[in-house]
C-alpha cells in the first residue's frame, strides 16, 4: 500500500462558500416574503368574502323586515371588512362595494322575468413587501347574490 502526501483544501471550502452563501441566503429571503405575500393575498381574499357576505345578508328587505339600516359601501367597509383586517394596515385598504341593479333580492321585470341582485365587493390593499422597497398593490373582488 502506498501513502500519497495528500495537501489539505481548507481554502477552497471558503471559496465555495464565498459563492454559495448569498445565493442562499438570497432563496431564503425570498421564500419568506413570497410567503408573506401569498398570506396577505390570502388575507385580502378572505376580506372580499366577508364583505361580500355582509352586503348580501343586508339589503332592501332587511331594513324593512329589522328596521334597521341597509348595507352601504362604509357600512361594509366598517362592519365587516376593518373588524376582520388582522395584521393589515387599514389606510392601506381599498373597499368598493356596487350592486348590478339594487339591494333588493330579487326585481320583476314587466313581463314577470325574476332577476336576482348581485353585490360586488373589490378589496385592494397596498402591499410593501418586507425588507424591500418596491410596493404593489393586492386586489380581491367577490360577487354574491343579494339573499335578505
Not at 7 to 16: D, G, I, K, L
Not at 19 to 26: K, M, Q, S
Not at 56 to 80: C, L, M, W
Amino acid at each position: 500500500m502506498i501513502l500519497r502526501n495528500q495537501s489539505r483544501r481548507s481554502a477552497a471550502s471558503a471559496v465555495e462558500m464565498a459563492f454559495i452563501a448569498p445565493v442562499f441566503v438570497f432563496l431564503l429571503f425570498a421564500l419568506i416574503v413570497g410567503g408573506l405575500g401569498i398570506f396577505r393575498y390570502n388575507q385580502i381574499a378572505h376580506l372580499a368574502r366577508q364583505g361580500a357576505r355582509y352586503a348580501s345578508v343586508r339589503g332592501q328587505d332587511y331594513h324593512i323586515e329589522n328596521n334597521k339600516p341597509a348595507a352601504t359601501q362604509d357600512s361594509v367597509r366598517s362592519e365587516a371588512i376593518i373588524p376582520n383586517a388582522s395584521a393589515l394596515d387599514p389606510s392601506s385598504l381599498t373597499v368598493t362595494v356596487t350592486w348590478n341593479l339594487s339591494n333588493a333580492p330579487k326585481q320583476m321585470t314587466p313581463d314577470g322575468k325574476v332577476i336576482s341582485n348581485y353585490v360586488i365587493v373589490t378589496v385592494s390593499y397596498n402591499w410593501i413587501p418586507e425588507w424591500l422597497l418596491k410596493s404593489g398593490t393586492m386586489t380581491c373582488t367577490s360577487k354574491m347574490p343579494v339573499t335578505y
